[in-house]
């Protein structure tokens, strides 16, 4: 059974940074893995991308803040979100694509506030 978890939400000052961590379990292989957000009221918007053969791609909003890495061998993913604003304060669930199939975790919650 596949499983993801994210960690390290958290309330963070605009400005500052949090590191967001996606681990998973019960995988084969993977795709490609995405983190995406989703604010109040908001439908879910996707943030990041990093793919098998280390393509990324970024939100116009957090391009050159957000950084989208990947540990294989553990079987985790990370999103460095720098120079946080408000704007960024949201739901981040990670989701991976595994042959056919898509797997998403519960989220994680990070709010950009002073």
């Known amino acids: 059974q596949v499983q993801l978890v994210e960690s390290g939400g958290g309330l963070a000052q605009p400005g500052g940074s949090l590191r967001l961590s996606c681990v998973a379990s019960g995988i084969s292989g993977w795709n490609i893995v995405w983190w995406y957000r989703q604010a109040p009221g908001k439908q879910h918007e996707m943030v990041a991308?990093?793919?098998?053969?280390?393509?990324?791609e970024y939100a116009a909003s957090v391009k050159g803040r957000f950084t989208i890495s990947g540990a294989n061998a553990k079987n985790t993913w990370y999103l460095q979100m720098n120079n946080l604003r408000p704007e960024d304060t949201a739901v981040y669930y990670c989701?991976?694509?595994?042959?056919?199939?898509?797997?998403w975790g519960q989220g994680t919650q990070v709010t950009v506030s002073s």
């Open positions: 991308s990093l793919s098998r053969i280390d393509t990324t």
């Open positions: 989701k991976l694509l595994q042959g056919t199939e898509d797997y």
